[in-house]
T-cell receptor, first 114, second 110 residues
Framework: DAGVIQSPRHEVTEMGQEVTLRCKPI?????LFWYRQTMMRGLELLIY????????DSGMPEDRFSAKMPNASFSTLKIQPSEPRDSAVYFCASSWNRNNSPLHFGNGTRLTVT | TQLLEQSPQFLSIQEGENLTVYCNSSSVFSSLQWYRQEPGEGPVLLVTVVTGGEVKKLKRLTFQFGDARKDSSLHITAAQPGDTGLYLC??????????FGTGTRLTVIP
């Protein structure tokens, strides 16, 4: 298996622009997570899906952030409009929906908003 | 929000030395996972501990879950440069309720 695949690896954009991050989870996993990592705040959970349904989006910082999972093999995280404080590494992870199931992370998207 | 504090935040040691990093919380967890993250990559699972007092060994790494399932430690014997990375603990309270700690950034100098 290729693991969790994220694209793009790097994104540089100007403030106010729309940004879309993409994720392909491991085939067969039924839970998908979006995290944001910064030096100041560490790894923060933004939202997670079970069986393509959003379960907890309490970590989504503002209405500017939205996430979708149209099918079991694809998810997007959109920021519109982007702001400099959104600069971070965004990780997607997938797992089985059961106790003690480990998360399998992608290699992240490094977002820089200027 | 469950708070998991890791200490030390940063650690720089010479190759061959031993070290221990800690993961502490006031909350009880059903299990605790340890991950290692290298630059430019996502975190990768090292181990999961489930039972209070449980000890697991992974080569030179020894993981222990506290008796009350609120804390954990990671001990590395004879550290090597390949051990360099960010070590993250993550406590679980239920399926998909996983809370990550603040992380310990380890540098092993050859």
């Amino acid at each position: 298996d290729a693991g969790v695949i994220q694209s793009p690896r790097h994104e540089v954009t100007e403030m106010g622009q729309e940004v879309t991050l993409r994720c392909k989870p491991i085939s067969g996993h039924n839970s998908l997570f979006w995290y944001r990592q910064t030096m100041m705040r560490g790894l923060e959970l933004l939202i997670y899906f079970n069986n393509n349904v959003p379960i907890d989006d309490s970590g989504m910082p503002e209405d500017r952030f939205s996430a979708k999972m149209p099918n079991a093999s694809f998810s997007t995280l959109k920021i519109q409009p982007s702001e400099p404080r959104d600069s971070a590494v965004y990780f997607c992870a997938s797992s089985w929906n059961r106790n003690n199931s480990p998360l399998h992370f992608g290699n992240g998207t490094r977002l820089t908003v200027t | 929000t469950q708070l998991l504090e890791q200490s030390p935040q940063f650690l720089s040691i010479q190759e061959g030395e031993n070290l221990t990093v800690y993961c502490n919380s006031s909350s009880v967890f059903s299990s605790l996972q340890w991950y290692r993250q290298e630059p430019g990559e996502g975190p990768v699972l090292l181990v999961t501990v489930v039972t209070g007092g449980e000890v697991k060994k992974l080569k030179r790494l020894t993981f222990q879950f506290g008796d009350a399932r609120k804390d954990s430690s990671l001990h590395i014997t004879a550290a090597q440069p390949g051990d360099t990375g960010l070590y993250l603990c993550a406590g679980q309270t239920g399926a998909n309720n996983l809370f990550f700690g603040t992380g310990t950034r380890l540098t092993v100098i050859p």
